[in-house]
């Protein structure tokens, strides 16, 4: 996995965006998908400079073709996306999931908005 990769990764692993389970490095066929979401047919790539060489975009523009012929969708972002504003690459991701944006994602080991915990319980 390249860096950028990596760091998207640590925001997608274990459902943390709401709830959402991911995979990596995922094969399908004759490709591996950067990123796959089995429950909504998404597939995430992360190109990194090399896919602006006309070769390259030939390349990713088929397999892109191949995967929406199988009823994927298909959404790309560049490892500039990732580094300058991964908020924003991971808001998009939750759009295309359908998830609801105005709920924040919980991290780990933080409950779930109106879970309980002993924190949140009243004394009395």
Request: glycine fraction near 8%; charge should be negative; proline fraction near 4%.
């Amino acid at each position: 996995m390249t860096s950028q990769e990596a760091k998207l990764w640590a925001r997608l692993r274990r459902k943390q965006l709401y709830g959402v389970n991911f995979r990596r490095q995922h094969p399908m066929d004759r490709f591996i998908l950067d990123f796959f979401c089995h429950q909504h047919k998404l597939v995430i790539e992360v190109d990194g400079g090399h896919h602006v060489e006309p070769e390259q975009q030939a390349y990713d523009q088929a397999r892109t073709e191949w995967l929406e012929g199988r009823g994927l969708r298909v959404i790309r972002f560049t490892n500039r996306d990732i580094d300058a504003n991964i908020e924003g690459v991971l808001s998009e991701i939750a759009r295309q999931c359908g998830c609801d944006e105005e709920a924040p994602s919980p991290r780990r080991g933080e409950p779930e908005l109106g879970e309980v915990t002993a924190d949140s319980q009243d004394d009395g």
